[in-house]
């Protein structure tokens, strides 16, 4: 079982950067992809970005075109840790960001559907301002 813990979370102002982490623990040899996603205030959750752990072979993250250009997601694969560094943040990307991961499920290893996913963490909240 995974557990994930995120952190790095804020309030910047508009054109501020950010950079959040996500420790995953416990049994992450079945990971086959890490992802975030956000959630504003009564708005569905939303895909950021995910990338393919490194066990599957395959390189290349993805990112929602909201973000691309801005953000970018990284992993170390030594510590557990993901990584979302932001940057020219805007007042739109303010929600509550979590990173999620995916070890189930049908090719290919990374999607952009909150339900592929199967362990969360709790959440950081951003706020651009």
């Known amino acids: 079982q995974v557990q994930l813990v995120e952190s790095g979370g804020g309030s910047v102002q508009d054109g501020g950067s950010l950079r959040l982490s996500c420790v995953a623990s416990g049994y992450t040899g079945t990971t086959f992809c890490m992802g975030w996603f956000r959630q504003a205030p009564g708005k569905e959750r939303e895909w950021v970005a995910n990338?393919?752990?490194?066990?599957?072979?395959?390189?290349?993250?993805h990112y929602a075109d909201s973000v691309r250009g801005r953000f970018t997601i990284s992993q170390d694969n030594a510590s557990g840790t993901l990584f979302l560094e932001m940057n020219s943040l805007k007042p739109e990307d303010t929600a509550i960001y979590s990173c999620?991961?995916?070890?189930?499920?049908?090719?290919?290893?990374?999607?952009?559907?909150?339900?592929?996913?199967?362990?969360w963490g709790q959440g950081t909240q951003v706020t651009v301002s």
């Open positions: 999620a991961a995916r070890s189930r499920g049908p090719y290919p290893p990374c999607r952009a559907t909150p339900a592929d996913y199967g362990t």
């Open positions: 990338i393919p752990s490194a066990r599957t072979g395959l390189v290349g993250a």
